[in-house]
């Protein structure tokens, strides 16, 4: 009975190591994925683009020399995660004005559904309709889920001379818009 016993704590015992070791491998093979997502964009110059925001009005990245450009991706209009992230940058658009910065959202959506997204929530920064996925395609951030695509929830801060000072590749819809912004002024004073 001792021995079927001990045999049985020492069959647990190894089944946690291994779980544990399996564990630690997928955080550190996260994290170095992360790691290099950051570094596949940081310091390269951002991919141009011409799209349409909620009022039809036309938008390309050139118009936005000398600015600091927040372009972040999300995955579909009106969704809760979706809906948070946008009343944050909308609370802190005059913040980043302040700062020099043009903050433009981005989904597959269509015009007419991010004219009634920015509608519903009175926001004051254009959202870029991406339908046909020629931008979200550049950066590789198209999720596919059975027959529809969407945008991964990722974030480029694009310098005043067009080049990507950083990638967010994980978002929190909290505290995303302080993020960025407190990363504006971190990196302005350089």
């Known amino acids: ?69 927040v372009l972040y991706f999300y995955p579909k209009d009106d969704s809760p995660g979706c809906t948070q992230e946008a009343n944050q940058f909308k609370s802190l658009y005059p913040q980043f004005i302040k700062n020099n910065a043009v903050v433009l959202g981005v989904s597959l959506d269509d015009v007419q559904s991010h004219q009634k997204f920015s509608e519903k929530l009175g926001l004051n920064f254009p959202i870029l309709a991406d339908s046909n996925h020629q931008l979200a395609d550049q950066f590789g951030i198209i999720r596919n889920l059975g027959i529809a695509k969407i945008a991964k929830r990722e974030t480029f801060l694009i310098d005043p001379q067009g080049t990507i000072v950083y990638h967010y590749s994980s978002v929190n819809t909290q505290t995303h818009a302080d993020q960025v912004l407190a990363d504006i002024q971190k990196f302005s004073k350089k």
Not at 2 to 19: G, H, N, P, T, Y
Not at 37 to 56: R, Y
């Open 1 to 69: 009975m001792k021995l079927s016993r001990l045999f049985s704590i020492s069959l647990l015992s190894v089944s946690a190591l291994c779980i544990l070791n399996t564990a630690s491998h997928a955080e550190s093979s996260i994290l170095s994925k992360l790691d290099s997502n950051q570094k596949q964009w940081v310091g390269k110059p951002a991919p141009s683009f011409k799209l349409q925001d909620q009022n039809s009005k036309w938008h390309e990245l050139s118009q936005y020399k000398g600015k600091w450009v």
